[in-house]
């Protein structure tokens, strides 16, 4: 008997569905031996899959046979659910055991699981390794960039067992095989999450599913691994008040050889030369913070793990730069969540007169009055310095503002100093123009 075998958990769920693969008495009472806790849980129904062998797929579909005849199998199950207006239901395969923590495992991710959760996968693949990693919500609780062939997984809520069904219908249809079920979460990009290490995995019995591949480069024990997944990139991070002169350290960043991002945020007429901010970061910092309050919207983890996803993809994306620009001004309340996301960082700080960054604000067209843009200047600059003051002083570097408008040869030399980038005559004469123009 394994360590399934003795847990007695609160099961939220009302029906549980087992897939038994070519409807064999063998599996099927395998399963019940090795799954005894099931007898604490809610009705328990066999699902019959179809013989792969016996019945063949349609010519379009590129997976294997059992990965058509196990879909067939969830479509049955998320048909049954829709027709009996069941809105809460696990399915499993009859090949599913805990892994050998699985059952405190299980009770810990219960247990962290935000209150929206609408899909949860307990086993199955993280795929695309190298294009992504999993967001962490907290300790135990991820939201994973993307999954296939989940062998335990629960939804919650007809609009999702709905969501569900449509999926696995166009699956069926699509020219390219199984797809992957972070698609369904797109729309709702919190309502999916799994545990940090697997809970179910499958039995020997189960392995012969088509002959999937088991490459340790695809497959991954958990979520927690893909999410201390390292690059070689170093962050550099522009820590700088709004309207403090960020934008002009970032255009210098820029023309010494730091990419600042694929997709930049436009010029317009307070900046007519460039914000040097990438795009999708500004989307994420507006999706941290209310403005101009700064209050947070998110926890910390989930802002760690997102930072850290956002960072990866950059890397990916420049696997030949050496450094990564980061800039925008909420990043200055962001000290201890980019330390704890990146693995190699570097801190630029700039420094402008509180007085004239609030003059600066009130001359724009962002609607702040006086008191919500001086709230805006207090809030990153008490954040920022609080953080600087037990940063490593090695990662940090200053910059005056005004300095740099003044001897901008002396301050740009500083800067490629302190990131060892080697000047060029044409860097320093683009970057010698950014500052003055």
Not at 306 to 323: E, G, I, K
Not at 388 to 417: G, K, M, N, T, W
Request: proline share 7%; glycine share 6%; with cysteine.
């Amino acid at each position: 008997m394994n360590a399934g075998s003795r847990v007695i958990v609160d099961l939220p769920f009302a029906r549980s569905f087992v897939l038994n693969h070519r409807g064999d008495e063998g599996r099927w009472n395998a399963f019940l031996a090795e799954n005894r806790w099931q007898r604490h849980a809610p009705r328990l129904t066999r699902v019959p899959v179809i013989d792969p062998v016996l019945v063949r797929p349609p010519r379009h579909w590129r997976g294997t046979p059992s990965q058509w005849a196990r879909l067939r199998g969830v479509l049955a199950v998320l048909e049954t659910c829709l027709d009996q207006n069941i809105p809460c239901a696990m399915v499993f395969d009859d090949g599913a055991r805990f892994t050998a923590d699985g059952p405190a495992r299980f009770e810990r991710f219960m247990g962290q699981l935000p209150i929206d959760w609408k899909l949860l996968i307990f086993g199955g693949r993280h795929q695309h390794l190298r294009q992504g990693v999993p967001t962490k919500v907290d300790e135990h609780v991820y939201r994973p960039f993307s999954v296939t062939a989940p062998c335990a997984f629960m939804w919650r809520g007809r609009p999702m067992l709905r969501k569900l069904y449509d999926f696995c219908l166009q699956s069926c249809t699509a020219l390219v095989g199984p797809r992957d079920y972070c698609e369904i979460r797109r729309p709702e990009a919190r309502c999916m999450y799994v545990p940090d290490e697997w809970v179910f995995r499958l039995s020997d019995a189960a392995s012969d599913r088509g002959g999937e591949s088991t490459d340790r480069r695809t497959v991954a024990d958990g979520a927690a691994r893909l999410w201390n997944v390292q690059w070689p990139q170093t962050m550099v991070a522009v820590l700088g008040h709004y309207r403090g002169g960020s934008s002009c350290v970032a255009g210098v960043l820029h023309q010494l050889g730091v990419s600042m991002g694929e997709k930049l945020l436009p010029p317009d007429r307070l900046n007519p030369h460039g914000y040097f901010e990438c795009l999708r970061l500004h989307r994420l910092c507006h999706r941290f913070f209310d403005h101009p309050s700064l209050a947070r919207r998110l926890p910390s983890p989930q802002m760690i793990g997102l930072l850290r996803q956002w960072a990866y993809h950059r890397s990916l994306a420049n696997p030949q730069a050496s450094f990564l620009g980061a800039k925008h001004p909420s990043l200055c309340c962001l000290g201890e969540d980019l330390a704890a996301a990146w693995p190699r960082r570097r801190f630029i700080v700039v420094d402008r007169p509180p007085d004239e960054i609030v003059a600066s604000i009130l001359r724009t067209d962002w609607g702040w009055n006086r008191e919500e843009a001086a709230l805006a200047v207090a809030t990153t600059q008490a954040q920022r310095e609080q953080f600087l003051a037990h940063c490593d002083p090695a990662e940090v570097l200053r910059l005056d503002f005004h300095q740099l408008l003044i001897h901008p040869h002396q301050e740009i030399h500083r800067l490629a100093a302190h990131l060892a980038v080697a000047l060029t005559p044409h860097s320093l004469a683009a970057s010698l123009r950014h500052v003055v123009r």
